[in-house]
Nanobody, 115 residues
Framework: QVQLVESGGGLVQPGGSLRLSCAAS????????MAWYRQAPGKQRELAAL???????GYADSVKGRFIISGDNAKNTVYLQMNNLKPEDTAVYYC?????????WGQGTQVTVSS
């Protein structure tokens, strides 16, 4: 079993920054990718950013140029640096890990962008 623990959410003003962390533990032996998804009230969960085991990254158009995903393989941890936050970034952010075709999810962390 794999456990994911997210941290770093909170309330921030428009234009501000936050850094999310997601630490993976348990039966980890061959991670394919890790990603951050987000779900705003009344909307479907959507992919925000992804990083593969070889370090390749991908971003949703809505966050490109503002969010940066990075990983620490030694710590099995993925980060999401979020800059120039906008009210529309308000959502619950979920960490996802894919390993040998199985997906694992964290419990989510709330990010609220408001003045």
């Amino acid at each position: 079993q794999v456990q994911l623990v997210e941290s770093g959410g909170g309330l921030v003003q428009p234009g501000g920054s936050l850094r999310l962390s997601c630490a993976a533990s348990g039966s980890i032996f061959s991670i394919n990718s890790m990603a951050w998804y987000r779900q705003a009230p009344g909307k479907q969960r959507e992919l925000a950013a992804l990083i593969t085991s070889d370090g390749s990254t991908g971003y949703a158009d809505s966050v490109k140029g503002r969010f940066i995903i990075s990983g620490d393989n030694a710590k099995n941890t993925v980060y999401l640096q979020m800059n120039n936050l906008k009210p529309e970034d308000t959502a619950v952010y979920y960490c996802q890990l894919r390993q040998l075709g199985d997906d694992y999810w964290g419990q989510g962390t709330q990010v609220t962008v408001s003045s």
